[in-house]
């Protein structure tokens, strides 16, 4: 049975009803599975079997510290991109020696104490961030291992907002120019190179992009080998893409497969980034229908969730599933946009749905797990979710609805005249 199913006319996730969720946390609420988490992560470890490996969960897509905890229980590494990140994955009990550090723009302090607590590997993104990051570590007496996040100029044919490893993109050092910045990386102090970094988007279909990035990456690996540089592993970044209409993305094992076939007898280490793959499809948004509002020409769900909660239809255009909780209506069925309370017109979570729709009803909208709650603001002066996680029939409180009051809390009057 699938994670999320109807059984007896209820939307379940596992073997918890959604509706009973909605009326006992309250909406708007996001709704994960361990179990799905878990599947999505093993599909990875399962293909890599014995090839050495690291699997690093990328913190973005979704990092409630239960979410982190669930995958370091499974051995999972991750992929962080600030202190922030850093913070929770030691807060969820990840494993340091586990963790690879990411991002264009980390700050000495973040790279300082991403030293003391001895991440595996930082992956560099440009030629100032090398020697800063060399000189805070020669200040702190550390070594940092390094590999360079490179551009291999591919074209990952997703949405340009998410699509990273073109030229004209911001992130990571031209592959061309990767050869010098490599024997720069060696003669500086305080740095160790183990490795090659790439991540060329999100949201990828097909394996092709990945294997043309790969091509590159490892006719950089022989070039830096004549100049004696050798390199331990590669990290393909993470990127594929899941299904949230009817798209056929590639699978983890299909992937694995091809990149394993590839690198060969070579048998570098292998280090991969998933974050949507594993948590988008084992999520769930409820929000629930405060009004209709029937126009000749356009017919409004006006729902209590809205782009605060959920700025991926608004951001990118994406497409959501949106399916009601309960089965069956007798309410009429139309064409509907789902709209939010906020004062913006790009606030939809969806639109022209067919939905047979009453006040009152509580609405799920899929593949909310990755890219979610971590993208929530409290624009409007709304308080974020709850979330939820569910662990077969139990269900767990992860995180609290913020309250009004908390939203201002850190704010200060003036002093009185
Ligand atoms: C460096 C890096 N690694 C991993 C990821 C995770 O990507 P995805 O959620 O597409 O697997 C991202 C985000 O795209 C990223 O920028
Ligand atoms: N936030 C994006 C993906 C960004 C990927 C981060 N590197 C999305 O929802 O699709």
Redesign the pocket.
Known sequence: MSIFSYQNGVLHAEQVSLAALAEHYGTPLYVYSRAALEQHFRAYTDALGDWPHLVCY?V??NSNIAVLNVLARQGAGF?I?SLGELERVLAAGGEPHKIVF??VGKQAAEMARALDVGVYCF?VESEAELERLSSVAVQLGKTAHISL?VNPDVDAQTHPY?S?GLKENK?GIDINDAPRVYAKAASLPGLVIKGVDC?I????TEIRPFLDALERVLALVDNLAAQGISIEHLDL?????VQYRDEQPASAGDYIAAVKARVGERRFKLIF??????AANAGVFLTRVEYLKLNEHKNFAIIDGAMNDLIRPALYSAWQDIRPLQQHSDAPRRSYDLVGPVCETGDFLGKNRELALAEGDVLAVMSAG??GFVMASNYNTRGRAAEVMVDGAQHHLVRERESIASLFANETLLPSD
Not at 201 to 204: A, I, N, P, T, V
Not at 273 to 278: A, Q, V
């Open positions: 990328a973005k897509a992929d991109v990411s991002g992956n996040r998410i990273t992130f991540h988007g999100s949201q990828l970044g993470g990127g594929l893409g980034e998933p974050g949507r793959s594993i990755a890219y």
